[in-house]
């Protein structure tokens, strides 16, 4: 066709590629733990380190984090073209996830052991500089592991694998501050321990991942020109479709992990037992990812992820209910939407590498970057939503994230409905989208057997 390139596949001939063995799986998923370090602490625990323990404004911080989110609406698309488009010797997956290792490492430890006397613009800048390291691993991670694995139930495995021991990060995230401590003038505060993890995890996992695992085979056989790309991009249907619905449950869950910290200390009066208790709900999560996948096996990938949904509403009803001290009953909630966690991590991205392979086998490229960062934007800019929407909406009932219970009954009622009530009609909004989804295992089939017959 004029205007487009014949390629082979990226890294070598056809069939040169190793076999995808349980080591180099692993070897694979493994930065996932560093990466989520990395990423979590930004949206679950900065907002309230930088307001209650450094001191800085609730709706500043807000604010910026929006900005850092604005700023990815420019960041991520061209990461994600970059990831597709250029094809160094070394794959174009592998080069730009090990270019981002040092740029995220060291963003890492400056956003999270600031300095004293510490300012809106250096959370600012630093959040940007981490944003950009954190997208341009992700992007290009996402697209290897979608392209590692080809079929609909591997695929399952693969995602079930890498979010497990993504979870496994997210503990580490979550222990390290609470067990060391975030007090003001401490010698080495929690969350500076956390970002020296996070500088020295990330390279050396990401180097063993680099090393080991093999770039993957490339199915595209047609380069786009950037208009006629971003147009297949609109009209694929189930991409669209996904992506709303990934959005939407995306800010979903950015509001109760943006208020999490909040609502534990301020509405139940509990602050001993938010680092508990956030390490139940991450703990049943890790035991959320087999039964995901057991569940996708069974009834599909989209409908074991909107019953997950429907169950996580089921328990977020009666959150705004339980009276000051309800340290059980929290943390019920938290091992029931723990497990549904397992399922919202495992299952959308194993449907997002199915959903790319309408547009490889109606288009003849393979653009898991461009769709991966389209994925990530949605991401940041829903968890953005959460802090940057929420927290004025707080502001405006009167709550005060440094007065602790001294808030108002009026502003602790209104942090228990932004906590809970608001992500149940946004979940279920999500759920009507994905219902009845029209990619399953059958047509998945089919369009493999298009893409591998070219």
């Known amino acids: 066709m004029p205007g487009r390139d014949e390629r082979t596949p990226s890294g070598g001939e056809p069939g040169s590629i190793p076999p995808i063995n349980r080591w180099r799986l692993l070897a694979y998923a493994l930065p996932a733990a560093p990466l989520a370090a990395l990423g979590l602490p930004l949206y679950a625990v900065v907002p309230t380190y930088y307001t209650e323990t450094l001191g800085l404004p609730l709706a500043g911080v807000g604010f910026v984090l929006l900005l850092v989110r604005i700023f990815d609406a420019v960041s991520d698309p061209l990461v994600g073209l970059v990831a597709d488009r250029y094809r160094p010797a070394f794959g174009r997956r592998r080069f730009l996830f090990t270019v981002s290792l040092p740029i995220a490492a060291v963003a890492a430890f400056m956003l999270y052991a600031p300095p004293s006397g510490v300012t809106l613009f250096w959370l600012g800048f630093w959040g940007i500089v981490l944003s950009l390291g954190y997208t341009m691993a992700m992007v290009p991670y996402s697209a290897w592991g979608a392209e590692l694995v080809e079929d609909y139930r591997g695929r399952t495995s693969l995602t079930a694998l890498r979010e497990g021991i993504t979870l496994i990060g997210v503990l580490i995230a979550i222990v390290v501050p609470f067990a060391i401590g975030m007090e003001r003038g401490a010698a080495i505060p929690g969350l500076a321990v956390l970002g020296i993890i996070v500088a020295t995890g990330l390279p050396l996992f990401g180097l063993l991942a680099v090393f080991s695992v093999p770039e993957p085979k490339e199915h595209g056989v047609t380069d786009l020109a950037l208009r006629e790309s971003v147009g297949l991009l609109g009209e694929n249907k189930p991409f669209l479709r996904l992506l709303v619905a990934y959005f939407i449950n995306g800010f979903a869950n950015g509001i109760p992990a943006t208020l999490f910290l909040y609502f534990v200390s301020d509405r139940l009066g509990l602050p001993e037992a ?181």
């Open 274 to 454: 938010r680092g508990p208790l956030l390490f139940v709900y991450f703990l049943f999560g890790i035991a959320g990812v087999p039964l995901a996948t057991f569940a996708a096996n069974r009834l599909g990938k989209h409908r074991a992820w909107c019953l997950a949904m429907i169950v996580a509403c089921a328990a977020f009803v009666i959150a705004p209910l339980l009276p000051p001290g309800s340290l059980y009953g929290f943390g019920a909630i938290c091992v029931v939407t723990g497990l549904m966690l397992g399922f919202d991590l495992s299952l959308p991205p194993a449907i997002q590498a199915d959903v790319i392979d309408v547009d490889t086998a109606r288009s003849g490229t393979q653009r898991s970057g461009l769709y991966f960062a389209a994925w990530g934007l949605a991401t940041k800019l829903s968890l953005a939503a959460g802090v940057g929407l929420i927290f004025p909406l707080l502001s405006t009932f009167g709550f005060d994230a440094s007065a602790g219970t001294g808030n108002q009954t009026e502003s602790l009622w209104a942090l228990a409905v932004a906590y809970a009530w608001i992500p149940i009609v946004l979940k279920l909004i999500a759920v009507a989208l994905m219902w009845n989804f029209p990619l399953d295992e059958t047509s998945h089939r089919a369009l493999r057997e298009t893409i591998d017959a070219r």
